[in-house]
């Protein structure tokens, strides 16, 4: 059986790469799941929580966006994201500027997040074509403050801060800017370049755990939002039912997407936070982000099983798991 570009199924996963995961210690509380971002390992009084993403998409600011995405991934379990490895592999040739340019961009984010780049490996190889990052982030936090997956329950509140396909968008109008300039306006490019300042959800994901108000967060990083929701019913056991035109998508998003024929939906989302609490919790949890800046958007509820998307024109849609997809590689690749 070929396996397709992308995410490998969650079928395959489930069969196949879950069912060898070395010795079973006691220690480890939070393991490889569909939908769960990082591993949990007991130590003591407190929680360590790894998560490693690779960066394959992006090639100009490479170091900054595994940076980010590999610490949001630890935030969303309660965890302050503290130390950083980096494997770092640069085609050949590559300059000494080249690798200078990705350490500097890796230093810059993780200073601005506090966190400590500890080591790693780096090496040139003929394998790959451009800048590829597969970084590993460590964090910290106390147990009684951890945040486990799968804690979303039947009637809670789904919540979403920022706008739909942020971090494809932003890769979309850096990588291609010459392509689309034209046929789309500038100035709405210039802004979606400006999406990779808001990667992050570190903030907000501690603030909202810090005060207890939520049952579940998730990072929508590869598939968007949909892939994102989906990833969230499948670890907590239930279903979702969420309102289309609730999602927010930034013009910039609309128009590179609409340009390039692919659906921002299912654009890769890191940046957006994926929440869920009890439905009168709602309206605080909302003050409380947006109190901080953070725009906040309530896009449905959970429910008990099914994953349903109600269209704009009041029409139900049953996602399944073949309407995964990842639309940045479509668009770093169709022609225009």
């Keep these: 059986m070929e396996l397709s570009t992308g995410k490998i199924s969650y079928e395959i996963l489930e069969k196949v790469v879950f069912r060898y995961r070395g010795f079973e210690s006691k220690d480890v509380l939070v393991g490889p799941k569909i939908g769960g971002d990082a591993a949990i390992v007991g130590v003591g009084e407190k929680n360590i ?16 966006y595994a940076i980010h995405i590999n610490a949001n991934d630890v935030s969303i379990c309660g965890a302050e994201p503290r130390y950083f490895l980096s494997t770092l592999f640069l085609p050949k040739p590559s300059s000494v500027d080249l690798l200078k340019r990705v350490c500097e961009q890796i230093d810059r984010a993780a200073k ?16 790959v074509k451009h800048v590829i990052i597969s970084g590993t982030m460590v964090g910290v936090v106390d147990k009684k403050k951890t945040l486990f997956p799968g804690g979303a329950n039947e009637g809670d509140a789904i919540l979403m801060t920022k706008h739909a396909g942020l971090e494809g968008a932003s890769i979309l109008a850096t990588e291609r800017y010459d392509s689309l300039l034209g046929l789309v306006e500038k100035r709405w490019l210039e802004e979606a370049k400006k999406f990779s300042k808001e990667l992050s959800v570190v903030r907000e994901a501690l603030l909202a755990n810090e005060m207890g108000l939520i049952t ?27 309102n289309e035109s609730n999602i927010p998508i930034s ?3 609309q128009k590179i997407c609409k340009q390039l024929d692919i659906e921002p939906l299912n654009l890769i989302s890191s940046g957006v936070l994926l929440l869920t609490c009890k439905k009168p919790r709602t309206a605080e949890l909302i003050r409380l982000l947006e109190s901080r ?15 349903i998307l109600k269209k704009e024109n009041g029409m139900e849609k049953e996602v399944v798991e073949k309407d995964l997809k990842e639309e940045l590689w479509r668009g770093l690749s169709i022609d225009l």
Excluded at 115 to 127: D, K, L, Q
Excluded at 216 to 242: C, N, Q, Y
Aim: aromatic share 4%; proline share 3%; glycine share 16%.
């Design 293 to 307: 800046g953070i725009e906040t958007s309530v896009i449905g509820k959970i429910t008990g099983k099914g994953w």
């Design 216 to 242: 579940a967060m998730h990072d929508p990083t590869e598939g968007g939002v949909i892939s994102g929701l989906v990833e969230l019913a499948k670890i907590s056991k239930s279903g979702f039912e969420v």
């Design 251 to 253: 013009k910039a998003t």
């Design 112 to 127: 601005e997040l506090k966190i400590s780049v500890i080591g790693g490996h780096t090496e040139i190889t003929e394998v």
């Design 49 to 64: 929580v790894v998560s490693s993403d690779p960066l394959i998409g992006a090639k100009q600011k490479v170091g900054w």
